[in-house]
């Protein structure tokens, strides 16, 4: 299996990929959570409640969310998308996504568990 998350960086350093979306209920933060990880293109997933201040629709809003963050490698990054974006509730959903340094068990461990074979 080819190890995408242990690219070295400066000084020898390993990053992982991650993504991040909100959504307006719990029920479907974990939904959406649960998705993604099932399907093997993300090692895990975050839920946190927030509040949020926005504009929509010309009009100053605020309101409870959930934002979920994945944790994946850049391989898997578009498969997470295309897999999330049809389940998401909004008309236009949050995505969000990046790299961070991890530590290279932690970096070894998300690709190990993206590089899985699809679960039923």
């Not at 895990?44 to 605020?62: M, N, P, R, T």
Request: proline residues 7%; negative net charge; charged residues 15%.
């Amino acid at each position: 299996m080819d190890n995408f998350a242990m690219m070295p960086g400066p000084a020898g350093l390993s990053f992982v990929a991650w993504a991040s979306t909100t959504v307006d209920s719990e029920s479907a933060a974990h939904t959406l959570a649960q998705a993604g990880v099932k399907a093997r293109f993300a090692a895990c997933a975050q839920v946190e409640k927030i509040h949020s201040h926005y504009w929509w629709d010309g009009q100053l809003q605020q309101g409870d969310e959930w934002r979920i963050t994945w944790k994946t490698t850049p391989q898997r990054l578009k498969a997470l998308q295309l897999l999330l974006m049809p389940l998401h509730p909004y008309a236009l959903p949050q995505w969000l996504w990046g790299e961070s340094q991890a530590s290279p068990a932690y970096a070894a461990w998300v690709a190990s568990e993206v590089g899985a074979p699809l679960q039923a």
